[in-house]
């Protein structure tokens, strides 16, 4: 007996927007780590969201991307399925909505912490390309490659 598995649309995006939205996030975070701004991490949790509900091409840092970075962008588009980096903007959100939980209990320790976590997978994507998110994302889909097979 074969099972029938319906597959999700690939839906592929420009490779350097994902990047783009990082340096921004690693702006964003930094600001949120030095004022411990509930108001600049709540901010960003709906950037988050906005991306893990709408998709990166229609989320608030990828409508900014598309309109007035990429215009001026030259040479080939190179593209990346949306999935992964989909899934770390929820990674990333889950990390903001701690972050925020805490600043607005008053608990300055996970407000810092979960900040911290999020700025420094931000950093990583923003400097070096490497997006943590997406790893884990390839790590979950291996796994249930093999449990599948």
């Known amino acids: 007996m074969s099972k029938s598995i319906q597959e999700k649309p690939v839906r592929l995006i420009d490779a350097r927007g994902p990047r783009y939205t990082a340096a921004i996030t690693t702006l964003v975070l930094s600001a949120a780590l030095v004022t411990k701004?509930?108001?600049?991490?709540?901010?960003?949790?709906?950037?988050?969201?906005?991306?893990?509900?709408?998709?990166?091409?229609?989320?608030?840092?990828?409508?900014?991307?598309?309109?007035?970075?990429?215009?001026?962008?030259s040479g080939p588009v190179p593209s990346e399925n949306e999935a992964a980096p989909r899934f770390a903007q929820l990674i990333?959100?889950?990390?903001?909505?701690?972050?925020?939980?805490?600043?607005?209990?008053?608990?300055?320790?996970?407000?810092?912490?979960?900040?911290?976590?999020?700025?420094?997978?931000?950093?990583?994507?923003?400097?070096?390309?490497?997006?943590?998110?997406?790893?884990?994302?390839?790590?979950?889909?291996?796994g249930k490659v093999r449990l599948t097979a």
């Not at 108001?39 to 949790?45: E, K, T, W």
């Not at 969201?49 to 007035?68: E, T």
């Not at 994507?125 to 884990?136: P, T």
């Open 37 to 73: 701004s509930n108001l600049i991490i709540g901010f960003q949790f709906a950037v988050f969201l906005s991306a893990v509900l709408f998709g990166l091409r229609r989320s608030i840092y990828g409508f900014i991307y598309r309109n007035l970075i990429q215009p001026r962008l």
């Open 92 to 142: 990333g959100a889950l990390f903001a909505a701690t972050a925020l939980l805490g600043g607005v209990t008053g608990n300055s320790a996970v407000f810092l912490i979960a900040t911290s976590f999020a700025l420094a997978a931000a950093f990583l994507n923003a400097a070096f390309g490497f997006c943590l998110g997406c790893q884990c994302y390839l790590l979950i889909l291996r």
